[in-house]
Structures are given as C-alpha cells and as structure tokens.
T-cell receptor, first 113, second 111 residues
Framework: EAAVTQSPRSKVAVTGGKVTLSCHQTNNHDYMYWYRQDTGHGLRLIHYSYVADSTEKGDIPDGYKASRPSQENFSLILELASLSQTAVYFC????????????FGSGTRLTVL | QQNVQQSPESLIVPEGARTSLNCTFSDSASQYFWWYRQHSGKAPKALMSIFSNGEKEEGRFTIHLNKASLHFSLHIRDSQPSDSALYLCAVSITGGYKVVFGSGTRLLVSP
C-alpha cells in the first residue's frame, strides 16, 4: 500500500515564528498535496505539485509556501505563523491528477500560540 | 468554483441499522466521486469511488451516483461500531488537479 509519512506529528509554534512541515512518499507518485483540516471545513487544499521543483497554489495558499525538492519530498512552510493557522495538516500523494485516489499521511497537528 | 455539501452533519444509529450519507456538488462537469473514511486521530482513507451514473456495491457499502441531480450517496448495510468515523465525500473533474472535499458527516454507531 502507498506510504506517506509526515513529520513532526505535532508541533507548538509561537506567533510570528517560522514553521516547516515535511512529507515523504515512497509510492513513486507524481502528485503531492497539502491539505488543512479544521472542524466544520473538511479538507481544504493549500498547495500541490505535479513535478519536482514546481509547486502550484490551491484554494487557500495565503500565508503558506511549498517546496518540492524531489519527487519524494514535499514541504509546507509558514514563514510567519499566525493563530489562525492552528489546524491539522495532511499531506497526500496520487499517481496522476484528479482521477486518482489520494493517499494521506497521518497528519501534523499544529498549534500556534 | 466547485461547492460540495454533505448531509447530515452528524448521525447516531444503532448497531445493525442501515445508514445513508448524502453529498451534493455544484459543477456539472464533475467526473470522479469518492467517499473517504477518517477514524478519530487517523488519516483519511479512500473507501469507495464511482465514475459513472448508477450504483456500485462493495460488501456492506453501496454508492449511488446521479449526475443529473448533482448528488451521490453512501449507504452502509448492517452498520457496525467500527464504522464510527468521519465520512468525507470528494469530487473532481476530468483533466484537473484538484479534489474538492465536503465538510464531512460524523457517524456514531452505538452497540
């Protein structure tokens, strides 16, 4: 089965600080995604990538940057963390685009104080 | 902009009951439809998918899709306590990159 691992599992950050969330997949999948989950909002797409060294904006990209240095690795960067960015963040991968099943990591619970 | 809505928001059913979860979408060009299940504290995991109008059954689970009505549903036969989870419907269009999720239905199956 597809394997997507995220680190850290949880993190507490201070307002204005920099946060980096990491994701690694061993599926040889082209597409990788970062989603945010808040109560009552399901999953919302932040950034995605379909090839190394390229990232694209999703539906809620403001305040977030992404980096895809290799096919296997995809990072989400919060340059200036804010209280409103407290949430659970999920990384996912898929073989191709929107016609394919998403395989999710276990998530990172981020708390910004 | 695709809008995906789920109902009900939450549901409590007795063990052995038949459960129905609903999802409506707004983009008539939608082609791919999934149900994901997320147990508490875990990652969402794909449960079932359907890509053409009609019905698809896998064990105790059945998906119905009616593209003309912009609606699809998940039915669980003989619900079990282990089915208790957050159920997320998801929709995407051909050639796109984006899968849009609903806000979820939280199901509790009481023993």
């Amino acid at each position: 089965e597809a394997a997507v691992t995220q680190s850290p599992r949880s993190k507490v950050a201070v307002t204005g600080g920099k946060v980096t969330l990491s994701c690694h997949q061993t599926n040889n999948h082209d597409y990788m995604y970062w989603y945010r989950q808040d109560t009552g909002h399901g999953l919302r797409l932040i950034h995605y990538s379909y090839v190394a060294d390229s990232t694209e904006k999703g539906d809620i990209p403001d305040g977030y940057k992404a980096s895809r240095p290799s096919q296997e690795n995809f990072s989400l960067i919060l340059e200036l963390a804010s209280l409103s960015q407290t949430a659970v963040y999920f990384c996912a991968s898929s073989e191709a685009g929107s016609a394919e099943t998403l395989y999710f990591g276990s998530g990172t619970r981020l708390t910004v104080l | 902009q695709q809008n995906v809505q789920q109902s009900p928001e939450s549901l409590i059913v007795p063990e052995g009951a038949r459960t129905s979860l609903n999802c409506t979408f707004s983009d008539s060009a939608s082609q791919y439809f999934w149900w994901y299940r997320q147990h508490s504290g875990k990652a969402p995991k794909a449960l079932m998918s359907i890509f053409s109008n009609g019905e698809k059954e896998e064990g105790r689970f059945t998906i119905h899709l009616n593209k003309a009505s912009l609606h699809f549903s998940l039915h669980i036969r003989d619900s079990q306590p282990s089915d208790s989870a957050l159920y997320l419907c998801a929709v995407s269009i051909t050639g796109g990159y984006k899968v849009v999720f609903g806000s979820g239905t939280r199901l509790l199956v009481s023993p």
